[in-house]
């Protein structure tokens, strides 16, 4: 990790777990969180929107450490869009954070790098934090294309965008071939990619933005992924479904931190 900001790790719920459980996964979490606190790592978990209420709740309720998102946002503020949610109903749940343009919503619901950047737009205009998902598919890495890929995605969504929101920026690389598959890209893979992603963001003007890892994330690859990788932090999909595995993929980031932050002082 390079980036002067704290890491960051983020627990995508996707479509499970109703408000019944969602309350009691983030109250699990709660506990873990107070018995060993995650010092050195910001921690965020994005819950699927009818959670969304329930969780906050008990974050602010039982004061957790912990961020709320949500999986996606409309980039229109209201209107004939039935089915979305806009950016102003979020944040009037006191939602702070928000995914925009993860592979599944990419693929399975045509958010193409248009929609991309204009959700991105009205995510940051109205104050939320944004985690932009780049990846590529297997046949482009197949094809050894996936550089250009993933700058083209970046230079799409962040061209022309107000540096005045660059701070509310954060990007999440995940290879669309290691996303519930199992596989997961290897550690040079992994450290190949940020070196590009932060090359291709300092062109763009966003120099420190963090750049978090995704992708068949888990406690027993965390901690290589994180220190060889050299990402700033996990977007964490399964794993992120039992407080206890994901709180091992916050300990593994945190301790890294932690070590690096001993050996500059």
Request: proline share 4%; net charge negative; with cysteine.
């Amino acid at each position: 990790m390079t980036n002067p900001l704290k890491p960051l790790v983020i627990g995508n719920w996707k479509m499970n777990l109703d408000f019944v459980e969602a309350v009691h996964l983030g109250q699990q979490i709660g506990v873990l969180l107070r018995h060993a606190p995650a010092e050195h790592t910001e921690v965020v978990v994005v819950p699927p929107f009818v959670d969304l209420r329930s969780v906050n709740s008990i974050v602010a309720s039982e004061r957790i450490p912990v961020g709320v998102g949500a999986q996606h946002v409309n980039p229109h503020d209201n209107g004939a869009h039935t089915g979305e949610v806009s950016a102003t109903m979020l944040k009037r749940l006191g939602v702070e954070w928000v995914l925009v343009g993860h592979s599944e919503r990419r693929a399975m619901y045509a958010m193409d790098d248009v929609v991309v950047a204009e959700t991105l737009r009205a995510a940051v205009r109205n104050g939320l934090r944004a985690v932009l998902c780049v990846g590529e598919p297997q046949e482009v890495r197949e094809d050894d294309g996936h550089d250009a890929y993933v700058a083209s995605q970046l230079a799409s969504a962040l061209t022309g965008l107000d540096p005045k929101f660059h701070e509310l920026v954060t990007v999440a690389y995940e290879p669309i071939w290691a996303i519930g598959t199992g596989l997961t890209a290897s550690t040079e893979q992994v450290r190949a990619m940020t070196s590009h992603l932060r090359s291709t963001l300092a062109r763009l003007g966003l120099k420190e933005c963090r750049v978090l890892y995704g992708g068949s994330v888990n406690a027993e690859n965390a901690a290589s992924i994180v220190a060889e990788g050299l990402v700033d932090g996990f977007l964490v999909g399964g794993a992120s479904l039992k407080a206890e595995s994901f709180l091992a993929v916050v300990r593994a980031c945190d301790d890294c931190y932690a070590l690096m932050a001993n050996r500059r002082s």
